[in-house]
């Protein structure tokens, strides 16, 4: 079953020129003089019940503008979106019903309130019996120890806990639908974890649909097996991360912590070698020298105590896919 579908879909804005001063910003507005920037461009997919898709791109993609719409709160300039088979612009009420969504900069909890308190008004605006609300509550505190803070003002959560408290408040009425947009943004490396160990049990377990945005390429390695990655408001790629990998010649990286400091020797086959004291983090391609073979060779090194494979930044894919992509095209439109 298709849960979101999306063909042809455009988004342009009208960005007045302004002269400066604040009298130059209001003749800019009545003199019409405008430009169009087209934020999105005619971009087309569907999304099957249960995937988890890393949707990606740099800054001034387009993302925001698609979620946006694919939730309702922007109307298309052009083409068609539809979820749950119904559209976002029309059926809002239906549509906010079958969704969550997060957004890791911004939280839509009330900031002094306590938390519990935050979910009471969340359970009125959807109309969830006790029954359902209890069940929610025992639910989440189970998986993201929210019970541990239900009394504490949300200004005084900390950044992971509001995380998961951000990630509960989307998910009690229980869509099957959810939009994170960089849900693991600031937090450390076991917040982190903890936050992706728990969209990979919803989404494996729950078959929730996650339509996921984030920079951090180790949460597309970890949560999402189908990468759609926009640039200048068109999709350039949709595939999986090997695709993207292969395309790209993405490397892999490996960070090795060792009990003494290293004896390193010379390693053929891979990109790059970093050693800082007792780490070494080691850039390679998978085509090249397989992940056993080259763990083989480290072990030779020293003893280690902690192994980690980690994704290269999200720059770093850009910056790469870019060497092939020829055309940077302007994202503004002339005025009509
Ligand atoms: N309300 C608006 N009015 C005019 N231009 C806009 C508006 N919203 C977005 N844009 C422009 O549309 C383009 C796409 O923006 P969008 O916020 O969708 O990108 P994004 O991929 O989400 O970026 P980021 O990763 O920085 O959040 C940008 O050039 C942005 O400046």
Redesign the pocket.
Known sequence: MSMIEVQDLT?E???YRTKPGALGSLLSLFSGEHRR?R??DGISFSVKKGECIGFI????????????MLSGILHPSRGRVSVMGASPQHRRKYVAQNLGIVFGQRTQLWWDLPLRDSYEILRKMYRLEEKAYHRFLHRYHDLLSIGDFLETPVRKLSLGQRMRADLAAALIHDPPILFL?EPTIGLDVMAKESIRSFLREINREEKKTILL?T?DMDDIERLAARVVM?NH?RIILDGCLETLRERIGLPSMIEVHYREVPRLARLDRVERVKAEGKNVTVHYDRNRISPPALLAELNRWGEPVDIRTKEPEIEEVIRRLYGEQADPRS?TAPAR
């Open positions: 988004k804005f009208k960005v920037i934020a999105v791109g740099p800054n001034g993609a387009g993302k925001s503008t698609t979620i946006k947009d945005t920079h926009i408001g994202k």
